[in-house]
């Protein structure tokens, strides 16, 4: 079982910027492609950002495009969220999945089925 922690979530106004953290304890972390999702109230989840096992391949949603970055670092068994120009509808939770049978070393998915762990989420307020 990995087990798949978030941190950094935090009130910030918009047009500000925040980065959030993902570490997973499963010591072969580069083997799994990452994601960020996100989950605002009455909202389905929603994926935000994934980055592969090779780490060649970054997806990322059309809402979140040009503003977010997703990054990570098998050293440190660690993934990250960069956030710039929050707006208030980029309010919700957020959440960290790991992938551990991508297909490929460049697969991610955009669905959230074949995501393996979870993290509990960590919230994120932009106010306005």
């Known amino acids: 079982q990995v087990h798949v922690t978030e941190s950094g979530g935090s009130l910030v106004p918009a047009g500000g910027s925040l980065t959030l953290s993902c570490t997973a304890s499963d010591p072969w972390f580069s083997r799994y492609a990452m994601a960020w999702f996100r989950q605002a109230p009455g909202k389905e989840r929603e994926f935000l950002a994934g980055?592969?096992?090779?780490?060649?391949?970054?997806r990322y949603a059309d809402s979140v495009r040009g503003r977010f970055t997703i990054s990570r670092d098998g050293g440190k068994n660690t993934a990250w969220l960069q956030m710039n120009a929050l707006k208030v509808e980029d309010t919700a939770d957020y959440y960290c999945a790991a992938d551990g049978n991508p297909g490929t070393v460049d697969s991610v998915a955009v669905d959230a089925a074949p995501w393996d762990y979870w993290g509990q989420g960590t919230q994120v307020i932009v106010s306005s």
């Open positions: 980055i592969s096992q090779s780490g060649r391949r970054l």
